[in-house]
């Protein structure tokens, strides 16, 4: 029990390093914009390796696409205010990571699964803190009974629909702006954009990772806005 202790002790001390020095790494990274033409079309590689949550594509549009997302249970980590996206993504992950091995109430281990996602609520100006939800996809065969932990939150979804921009590289402060306003922009004048507002108003967007941090090449990426099917102007489902 000690050995496998340390050993666990030793994992989660070399994967911390990992991940610190990959947001220096990531610091002089390019993340690539997507254009129009390809903004989509890419199956996360990672999903064809961890499990990741079903959805439909109902509507390609030009730069973005519309899902709609069956029920799914995710855990997530109380409020992180900070000014960076980066680093509340790494706060909050640390903590899903401590949480998938096994440091919930049933000491259970949860399989990894993608994507890692962040919420971000902006803040009022550039200098401020926003706030982060950052939440881990709980596996089908955890979804049941998720094993509940100090500082994290079952959330429970029910079936609900997004507008979605897929971009490459490393997620950077710098860039994942500018993919949100792209995503917004596509969606401007569409009955999608408009349902958006309805539900969320300006400014709130959440980030989708697919990727671990050890990986360099194929990194798939996504801004993704929720929006509610009755907040349509006319069915187009």
């Given at each position: 029990?000690?050995?496998?202790?340390?050993?666990?002790?030793?994992?989660?001390?070399?994967?911390?390093?990992v991940f610190a020095l990959m947001s220096l790494f990531s610091v002089s990274t390019h993340s690539s914009i997507a254009t129009d033409k390809d903004a989509l079309q890419i199956y996360p590689p990672?999903?064809?390796?961890?499990?990741c949550p079903n959805f439909k594509t109902i509507h390609v549009g030009n730069g973005f696409e519309i899902r709609r997302y069956n029920s799914s249970v995710w855990i997530t980590t109380s409020p992180i205010q900070d000014i960076s996206l980066?680093?509340?993504?790494?706060?909050?992950?640390?903590?899903?990571?401590?949480?998938?091995?096994?440091?919930?109430?049933y000491k259970q281990t949860i399989e990894m699964t993608g994507p890692v996602?962040?919420?971000?609520?902006?803040?009022?100006?550039?200098?401020?803190?926003?706030?982060?939800?950052?939440?881990?996809?709980?596996?089908?065969?955890?979804?049941?009974?998720?094993?509940?932990?100090?500082?994290?939150?079952?959330?429970?979804?029910?079936?609900?629909?997004?507008?979605?921009?897929?971009?490459?590289?490393?997620?950077?402060d710098s860039s994942v702006g500018k993919e949100a306003a792209a995503?917004?922009?596509?969606?401007?004048?569409?009955?999608?954009?408009?349902?958006?507002?309805?539900?969320?108003?300006?400014?709130?967007?959440?980030?989708?990772?697919?990727?671990?941090?050890f990986e360099f090449e194929n990194r798939v990426n996504e801004i993704w806005m929720m929006f509610h099917v009755e907040d349509l102007s006319f069915s187009a489902l």
């Amino acid at each position: 029990m000690k050995k496998d202790s340390t050993t666990m002790a030793v994992r989660l001390s070399m994967f911390k390093l990992v991940f610190a020095l990959m947001s220096l790494f990531s610091v002089s990274t390019h993340s690539s914009i997507a254009t129009d033409k390809d903004a989509l079309q890419i199956y996360p590689p990672t999903c064809t390796r961890i499990e990741c949550p079903n959805f439909k594509t109902i509507h390609v549009g030009n730069g973005f696409e519309i899902r709609r997302y069956n029920s799914s249970v995710w855990i997530t980590t109380s409020p992180i205010q900070d000014i960076s996206l980066v680093q509340a993504t790494r706060t909050g992950f640390l903590r899903l990571f401590d949480y998938i091995q096994g440091k919930n109430k049933y000491k259970q281990t949860i399989e990894m699964t993608g994507p890692v996602i962040t919420e971000i609520l902006p803040s009022d100006g550039p200098f401020c803190e926003s706030t982060f939800n950052v939440s881990f996809y709980v596996p089908k065969e955890n979804q049941a009974d998720p094993p509940p932990a100090e500082g994290l939150q079952v959330q429970r979804w029910k079936p609900r629909y997004l507008a979605a921009r897929q971009f490459s590289g490393f997620v950077e402060d710098s860039s994942v702006g500018k993919e949100a306003a792209a995503l917004k922009s596509s969606l401007e004048g569409t009955v999608w954009g408009d349902a958006i507002q309805k539900n969320v108003g300006d400014g709130v967007y959440t980030v989708a990772q697919y990727n671990s941090p050890f990986e360099f090449e194929n990194r798939v990426n996504e801004i993704w806005m929720m929006f509610h099917v009755e907040d349509l102007s006319f069915s187009a489902l």
